[in-house]
């Protein structure tokens, strides 16, 4: 499985953006770079996806590097329920491959009041 | 929002013993995933059906884990025996489809005394 780099931990302060990286040097062309956060004593949280182009949803922004090799998740406007640990994860979608989610260690983002 | 259930939420076992979780996907999800999270690691996955069809456990410990979805909706996840090195958290998720994003329960939280 191709593998990410992130940060082990961050910090943000509150009502401020949050940019969180993630290296991905040996990303494949059928890679779908995928999101996710795990707030403190439950599940893993879907927060956005994207292949090539940047994306937008309610919870975040996904700003792809043009050689895909870098990633970077956007929350706007950090709040103290945002503070969790945030998996980038590549996921191939190739048929056959059950496109498996395989997740890191993730960055623990820390926000402050 | 529909949500995946998991129970029990909290499980102490003596090793040697028997276990087992139960999971209820959100309706309509055909997709049904298994992962183990070690404290401070990100989850890993054990094994992913497809309906009632197995469609990847090869991270799974097959000597003692079993798994089983009898009738393409909700799973159960066993252990037998225990040993002291399964204490983690187990965490079901499942999709609408294999591309789609999982939706994660809160998982049960497993110790072995």
């Known amino acids: 499985d191709a593998k990410t780099t992130q940060p082990n931990s961050m910090e943000s302060n509150e009502e401020e953006p949050v940019h969180l990286p993630c290296n991905h040097s040996t990303i494949s062309g059928t890679d779908y770079i995928h999101w996710y956060r795990q707030l403190p004593s439950q599940g893993p949280e879907y927060v956005i996806h994207g292949l090539t182009s940047n994306v937008n949803n309610r919870m975040a922004s996904l700003a792809i590097a043009e050689d895909r090799k870098s990633s970077t998740l956007i929350l706007h406007r950090a709040t103290l329920r945002d503070a969790a640990v945030y998996y980038c994860i590549l996921r191939d979608q190739v048929a056959g491959s059950n496109y498996k989610l395989t997740f890191g260690k993730g960055t623990l983002l820390t926000v402050n009041p | 929002e529909a949500e995946v259930a998991q129970s029990p939420r909290y499980k102490i076992t003596e090793k040697s013993q028997a276990v087992a979780f139960w999971c209820d996907p959100i309706s309509g999800h055909a997709t049904l995933y298994w992962y183990r999270q070690i404290l401070g690691q990100g989850p890993e996955l054990l094994v992913q059906f497809q309906d009632e069809s197995v469609v990847d456990d090869s991270q799974l410990p097959k000597d003692r884990f079993s798994a089983e979805r009898l009738k393409g909706v909700d799973s159960t996840l066993k252990i037998q025996p225990a040993e002291l090195g399964d204490s983690a958290m187990y965490l079901c998720?499942?999709?609408?489809?294999?591309?789609?994003?999982?939706?994660f329960g809160n998982g049960t939280r497993l110790t072995v005394t």
């Open positions: 998720a499942s999709s609408l489809g294999v591309k789609s994003p999982l939706h």
